[in-house]
């Protein structure tokens, strides 16, 4: 999984390639989060979920600062569904499949 965030006006990638039990635990939580509606605690609350998913390679102001407003949103959604979906292939699920 990787981000590109604007740093010091150039473009930087970050990549996570291991998510811990933990973390995917938080996504559930997470996930839960978006679908009611966002406030600035809800969103402050969902963009550290995606720094610390990232190992904390970059802080929550990196993040606000070096990501297009139209990209927030679907960023931190592609961050859950990508946890949750590689953890339901991995136990044979269909991650595609709508949550119960």
């Known amino acids: 999984m990787e981000i590109v965030l604007r740093v010091e006006g150039e473009e930087k990638t970050f990549t996570q390639d ?5 973390i995917f635990r938080k996504t559930l939580e997470m996930q ?3 679908e009611g509606d966002i406030d600035v605690s809800t969103l402050d609350l969902l963009v550290d979920y995606v720094v610390e998913l990232f ?4 802080t929550r102001d990196d993040f606000y600062d070096g990501i297009e407003a139209k990209r927030l949103i679907p960023t931190i959604v592609g ?11 991995s136990v044979g699920a269909d ?6």
């Open 32 to 34: 839960k989060k978006i």
């Open 18 to 22: 291991f998510v811990s039990g933990r």
């Open 79 to 89: 961050c859950i569904q990508s946890v949750v979906g590689v953890t339901a292939e």
């Open 55 to 58: 190992g904390k390679q970059f």
């Open 95 to 100: 991650p595609n499949a709508p949550n119960s």
